[in-house]
Protein backbone atom coordinates (compact mmCIF):
# COMPACT_ATOMS: atom_id res chain seq x y z
CA UNK A 1 0.00 0.00 0.00
CA UNK A 2 1.23 3.31 -0.80
CA UNK A 3 1.69 5.39 1.79
CA UNK A 4 1.31 9.55 2.01
CA UNK A 5 3.10 11.53 -0.76
CA UNK A 6 4.13 15.09 -0.52
CA UNK A 7 6.03 17.03 -3.19
CA UNK A 8 8.60 19.20 -3.01
CA UNK A 9 10.72 17.37 -0.43
CA UNK A 10 12.68 20.57 -0.25
CA UNK A 11 11.64 24.53 -1.14
CA UNK A 12 14.29 26.92 -0.27
CA UNK A 13 12.01 30.89 -1.22
CA UNK A 14 12.65 34.46 -0.03
CA UNK A 15 10.18 36.28 2.12
CA UNK A 16 7.30 37.59 0.13
CA UNK A 17 7.38 35.33 -2.26
CA UNK A 18 4.55 32.55 -2.19
CA UNK A 19 4.48 28.79 -2.74
CA UNK A 20 2.67 25.52 -2.68
CA UNK A 21 3.12 22.01 -1.47
CA UNK A 22 0.94 19.08 -2.52
CA UNK A 23 0.00 16.15 -0.40
CA UNK A 24 -1.61 12.51 -2.32
CA UNK A 25 -3.23 10.61 0.41
CA UNK A 26 -3.49 7.08 1.01
CA UNK A 27 -5.99 5.98 -1.34
CA UNK A 28 -9.46 5.71 0.37
CA UNK A 29 -8.35 7.87 3.09
CA UNK A 30 -11.89 10.42 4.11
CA UNK A 31 -9.39 12.89 6.15
CA UNK A 32 -6.67 14.62 5.56
CA UNK A 33 -4.23 17.02 7.91
CA UNK A 34 -1.41 19.71 7.47
CA UNK A 35 1.04 19.83 10.35
CA UNK A 36 3.20 22.70 10.54
CA UNK A 37 6.46 21.68 12.21
CA UNK A 38 8.79 24.19 13.28
CA UNK A 39 13.04 23.38 14.47
CA UNK A 40 12.94 21.71 18.04
CA UNK A 41 8.97 21.88 18.26
CA UNK A 42 6.00 18.92 17.93
CA UNK A 43 4.05 19.19 14.70
CA UNK A 44 0.86 21.67 14.90
CA UNK A 45 -2.23 21.13 13.78
CA UNK A 46 -3.19 24.07 10.06
CA UNK A 47 -6.37 22.59 8.89
CA UNK A 48 -8.02 19.09 8.92
CA UNK A 49 -10.21 18.11 5.64
CA UNK A 50 -12.99 15.51 5.99
CA UNK A 51 -13.30 14.76 2.33
CA UNK A 52 -13.46 17.81 0.43
CA UNK A 53 -14.76 20.01 3.33
CA UNK A 54 -12.92 21.62 6.21
CA UNK A 55 -13.54 20.40 9.66
CA UNK A 56 -10.93 22.87 11.60
CA UNK A 57 -8.89 25.63 10.65
CA UNK A 58 -8.62 27.07 13.64
CA UNK A 59 -5.01 27.99 13.45
CA UNK A 60 -4.34 28.57 10.16
CA UNK A 61 -3.09 32.03 9.19
CA UNK A 62 -5.99 33.13 6.96
CA UNK A 63 -4.00 36.04 5.84
CA UNK A 64 -1.55 34.44 4.93
CA UNK A 65 -1.68 30.83 4.20
CA UNK A 66 -4.88 28.99 2.06
CA UNK A 67 -5.40 25.24 1.30
CA UNK A 68 -7.82 23.61 -0.40
CA UNK A 69 -8.97 19.88 -0.98
CA UNK A 70 -11.28 20.51 -4.17
CA UNK A 71 -12.23 16.65 -5.38
CA UNK A 72 -11.67 15.10 -1.33
CA UNK A 73 -8.61 12.88 -2.72
CA UNK A 74 -4.98 15.62 -2.86
CA UNK A 75 -4.98 18.64 -1.47
CA UNK A 76 -2.53 21.60 -1.66
CA UNK A 77 -1.31 24.34 0.85
CA UNK A 78 -0.20 27.83 -0.15
CA UNK A 79 1.70 30.39 1.62
CA UNK A 80 1.39 33.53 0.37
CA UNK A 81 3.38 36.36 1.09
CA UNK A 82 5.94 33.66 3.36
CA UNK A 83 7.47 35.15 6.12
CA UNK A 84 10.85 34.23 7.98
CA UNK A 85 8.79 32.64 10.75
CA UNK A 86 6.91 30.57 8.29
CA UNK A 87 10.11 28.28 7.70
CA UNK A 88 9.41 25.11 9.41
CA UNK A 89 8.91 21.16 8.04
CA UNK A 90 5.46 21.16 6.46
CA UNK A 91 3.61 17.59 7.04
CA UNK A 92 0.84 15.72 5.31
CA UNK A 93 -1.07 13.12 7.33
CA UNK A 94 -4.09 10.79 5.97
CA UNK A 95 -6.46 8.78 8.61
CA UNK A 96 -9.43 6.78 7.54
CA UNK A 97 -12.33 8.11 8.79
CA UNK A 98 -13.54 10.53 11.30
CA UNK A 99 -16.38 9.03 13.82
CA UNK A 100 -17.31 10.86 16.79
CA UNK A 101 -15.20 9.93 19.64
CA UNK A 102 -12.79 7.51 17.74
CA UNK A 103 -9.01 8.01 17.24
CA UNK A 104 -8.30 6.74 13.32
CA UNK A 105 -4.25 6.29 13.07
CA UNK A 106 -2.90 8.98 10.93
CA UNK A 107 -0.11 8.36 8.82
CA UNK A 108 2.42 10.12 8.29
CA UNK A 109 3.93 12.16 4.50
CA UNK A 110 7.61 12.59 4.33
CA UNK A 111 7.17 16.61 5.14
CA UNK A 112 8.10 19.47 2.73
CA UNK A 113 11.42 21.60 4.24
CA UNK A 114 10.44 25.03 3.41
CA UNK A 115 13.48 27.66 4.25
CA UNK A 116 12.85 31.34 4.05
CA UNK A 117 15.35 33.76 3.80
CA UNK B 1 -6.68 22.77 26.66
CA UNK B 2 -4.91 19.36 26.48
CA UNK B 3 -1.22 19.32 26.85
CA UNK B 4 1.78 16.90 26.94
CA UNK B 5 4.97 17.94 28.75
CA UNK B 6 8.31 15.59 27.59
CA UNK B 7 10.56 15.31 30.35
CA UNK B 8 14.12 15.90 28.51
CA UNK B 9 14.66 17.20 25.09
CA UNK B 10 17.95 14.80 24.64
CA UNK B 11 18.29 11.44 26.11
CA UNK B 12 21.35 9.17 25.72
CA UNK B 13 21.57 6.06 26.40
CA UNK B 14 23.75 2.98 25.89
CA UNK B 15 23.13 0.16 23.43
CA UNK B 16 21.07 -2.90 25.65
CA UNK B 17 20.65 -0.83 28.34
CA UNK B 18 16.92 0.86 29.33
CA UNK B 19 15.00 3.16 27.42
CA UNK B 20 12.68 5.66 29.56
CA UNK B 21 11.15 8.60 28.37
CA UNK B 22 9.15 10.53 29.94
CA UNK B 23 5.24 12.36 28.89
CA UNK B 24 3.07 13.88 31.80
CA UNK B 25 -0.38 14.91 30.31
CA UNK B 26 -2.79 17.78 31.34
CA UNK B 27 -6.31 16.67 31.36
CA UNK B 28 -9.17 16.20 33.89
CA UNK B 29 -10.58 13.70 31.80
CA UNK B 30 -8.77 10.41 30.84
CA UNK B 31 -7.53 11.41 27.21
CA UNK B 32 -6.42 9.33 24.26
CA UNK B 33 -2.37 9.29 24.57
CA UNK B 34 -0.35 8.32 21.83
CA UNK B 35 3.72 7.85 20.95
CA UNK B 36 4.94 8.61 17.33
CA UNK B 37 8.74 8.23 16.58
CA UNK B 38 10.54 10.53 13.79
CA UNK B 39 13.49 9.14 11.86
CA UNK B 40 15.59 11.85 10.18
CA UNK B 41 13.97 13.30 7.17
CA UNK B 42 10.70 11.29 7.64
CA UNK B 43 7.51 11.55 8.64
CA UNK B 44 6.14 10.68 12.14
CA UNK B 45 5.21 7.02 12.67
CA UNK B 46 2.55 5.47 15.00
CA UNK B 47 4.77 3.56 17.94
CA UNK B 48 1.10 2.94 20.05
CA UNK B 49 -1.63 4.39 21.60
CA UNK B 50 -3.94 4.26 24.97
CA UNK B 51 -8.09 4.31 24.71
CA UNK B 52 -9.39 2.61 26.48
CA UNK B 53 -8.55 -1.18 28.37
CA UNK B 54 -5.46 -2.32 29.62
CA UNK B 55 -3.24 0.28 30.41
CA UNK B 56 0.45 -1.18 29.81
CA UNK B 57 0.12 -0.68 25.70
CA UNK B 58 2.62 -2.40 23.78
CA UNK B 59 3.96 -0.85 20.50
CA UNK B 60 6.32 -2.05 17.42
CA UNK B 61 9.82 -2.34 17.87
CA UNK B 62 9.36 -3.94 21.31
CA UNK B 63 8.29 -0.63 23.27
CA UNK B 64 5.50 -0.28 25.40
CA UNK B 65 4.02 2.26 27.53
CA UNK B 66 1.90 2.37 30.41
CA UNK B 67 -1.21 4.79 31.53
CA UNK B 68 -0.63 5.94 34.64
CA UNK B 69 -4.18 8.24 35.83
CA UNK B 70 -2.82 9.06 39.30
CA UNK B 71 0.48 10.39 38.27
CA UNK B 72 -1.04 11.68 34.82
CA UNK B 73 2.02 9.90 32.55
CA UNK B 74 2.44 7.70 29.50
CA UNK B 75 5.88 7.17 29.46
CA UNK B 76 7.47 5.08 26.91
CA UNK B 77 10.16 1.79 27.96
CA UNK B 78 12.23 -0.36 25.69
CA UNK B 79 13.79 -2.89 28.04
CA UNK B 80 17.44 -3.01 25.45
CA UNK B 81 17.78 0.35 23.39
CA UNK B 82 19.29 -0.78 19.99
CA UNK B 83 21.37 1.52 17.77
CA UNK B 84 18.35 2.02 15.31
CA UNK B 85 16.22 3.28 18.31
CA UNK B 86 18.10 7.10 17.52
CA UNK B 87 15.28 9.06 16.45
CA UNK B 88 12.74 12.11 17.67
CA UNK B 89 10.19 10.60 19.60
CA UNK B 90 6.93 12.62 20.43
CA UNK B 91 3.97 12.13 23.01
CA UNK B 92 0.59 13.29 21.95
CA UNK B 93 -2.57 13.47 23.43
CA UNK B 94 -6.28 13.85 21.92
CA UNK B 95 -9.69 14.59 23.67
CA UNK B 96 -12.02 11.56 23.72
CA UNK B 97 -14.75 14.21 22.18
CA UNK B 98 -12.54 15.59 19.36
CA UNK B 99 -10.55 12.79 19.01
CA UNK B 100 -8.99 13.57 15.58
CA UNK B 101 -7.22 16.66 16.95
CA UNK B 102 -3.97 15.51 18.21
CA UNK B 103 -1.72 17.28 20.62
CA UNK B 104 2.28 17.21 20.17
CA UNK B 105 4.86 17.39 22.88
CA UNK B 106 7.96 19.32 21.73
CA UNK B 107 9.82 15.59 21.51
CA UNK B 108 12.92 13.71 23.02
CA UNK B 109 15.42 13.32 20.99
CA UNK B 110 16.77 9.78 21.78
CA UNK B 111 20.85 9.12 20.93
CA UNK B 112 22.25 5.30 21.10
CA UNK B 113 25.63 5.13 22.73
CA UNK B 114 27.37 1.90 20.76
Known amino acids: EAGVAQSPRYKIIEKRQSVAFWCNPISGHATLYWYQQILGQGPKLLIQ????????DSQLPKDRFSAERLKGVDSTLKIQPAKLEDSAVYLC???????????????FGPGTRLTVL | AQSVTQLGSHVSVSEGALVLLRCNYSSSVPPYLFWYVQYPNQGLQLLLK??????LVKGINGFEAEFKKSETSFHLTKPSAHMSDAAEYFCAVSDVGSASKIIFGSGTRLSIRP
Open chain 2, 50 to 55: YTTGAT
Open chain 1, 49 to 56: FQNNGVVD
Open chain 1, 93 to 107: ASSLALASGRTDTQY
